[in-house]
């Protein structure tokens, strides 16, 4: 039982590798930087799933150091090989695959190394294997301001519980269904979390491992061979302002109930598209869990789910029109 307990957990380690691209990286705390340029100004940065040989997540954040006034970073990753060995190889260099591995810059570092490179060359090995639930791990996430990677989506819950347990800053990637879990809707709707800017053209591609299986849509290898995957259901979800979050969506369908059909069982009108949300309507919407990238709390209020299960203080109905069951909404209403 132990050995297929190791296989799995080392399957499902090399199918959460997804390597993000520095340009996405780049592309997110941009907005972040440009609402407040202080925003991470004497913090520690913490990356938890970050290994700081090859990780994108550590490079920006080392390069961007003295930009955003840093006061420490630490990048730490997780030894997920299921048979945690140690080997030399020919430049007689021990390589570790029992312990996880760390970095960690702070600001009187700076003039005494060439640190952008440091964070692939002068890391260290973690005393245990680097999981974000060790006590080793908790010790630097307790000591961090904010906490920013691409997690495990297997342990996408588990992840955010250990965060939220903290009550730290955090942003991370996420995939869309998980708005409507029960452990992430009701911080959505209380406006505790929200999401973040989003991915260029709404479909990101990361690197994958060498020995990730094929599939066979959403992935390619490219012509030197690295292989890839992409995704139309990913977003960062944070709980740090940024500019994009307080824009108004520009409305310029009307209303009409032919457009717009009722639900059978709750009294608010489907709309199948953000983009089609009336500018003259102002009772419940149904509207895609997508329009929550767009979502102004200014401008709508988020009401609670219309999804599929029990009815509660957050789900309020089931999505039923004309008898059929339709696609799980979030309910929302214009703000007077």
Not at 26 to 45: A, G, H, M, S, W
Not at 65 to 92: H, M, P, V, W
Request: aromatic residues 16%.
């Amino acid at each position: 039982m132990a050995g297929n307990r190791n296989l799995n957990i080392a399957a499902r380690a090399k199918n959460d590798e997804f390597y993000t691209q520095y340009d996405d990286i780049q592309r997110e705390l941009n907005c972040y930087y440009i609402y407040d340029k202080n925003f991470l100004r004497d913090k520690t940065v913490l990356l938890p799933c970050d290994d700081p040989e090859w990780s994108n997540f550590t490079k920006f954040f080392a390069l961007n150091f003295e930009l955003y006034g840093l006061k420490k970073l630490i990048s730490t990753s997780y030894a997920a090989d299921k048979k945690k060995f140690i080997y030399r190889n020919l430049f007689d260099e021990f390589k570790d695959f029992s312990h996880g591995k760390i970095y960690t810059l702070e600001q009187n570092d700076l003039g005494k190394v060439d640190y952008p490179l440091k964070a692939l060359n002068r890391w260290e090995y973690l005393e245990g294997d680097g999981d974000f639930r060790s006590a080793e791990v908790k010790r630097l996430r307790d000591e961090a301001d904010v906490i920013i990677t691409n997690p495990p989506f297997s342990m996408f819950r588990e992840f955010l519980a250990w965060i939220l347990e903290a009550n730290k800053k955090f942003l991370i990637i996420c995939n869309m269904n998980c708005i409507t879990y029960k452990e992430v809707f009701p911080l959505i709707k209380e406006n505790k979390i929200w999401l973040g800017n989003g991915f260029s053209g709404g479909d990101p591609q990361f690197k994958v491992p060498a020995d990730y299986e094929e599939r066979s849509t959403r992935f390619w290898i490219d012509n030197d061979g690295q292989k890839w995957r992409s995704f139309g259901n990913l977003h960062w979800l944070t709980n740090m302002e940024h500019g994009k979050r307080h824009e108004n969506i520009s409305l310029y369908m009307k209303y009409s109930p032919e457009l717009y059909p009722r639900y059978d069982n709750y009294d608010a009108i489907e709309v199948s598209k953000t983009a089609e949300i009336p500018k003259d309507y102002a009772g419940v919407m149904g509207v895609p869990i997508t329009f929550l990238g767009k979502y102004c709390p200014e401008q709508f209020e988020i009401l609670g789910k219309i999804d599929t299960g029990k009815i509660n203080e957050y789900n309020l109905a089931n999505p039923i029109i004309n008898g059929k069951i339709g696609y799980k909404r979030i309910a929302i209403r214009r703000r007077r």
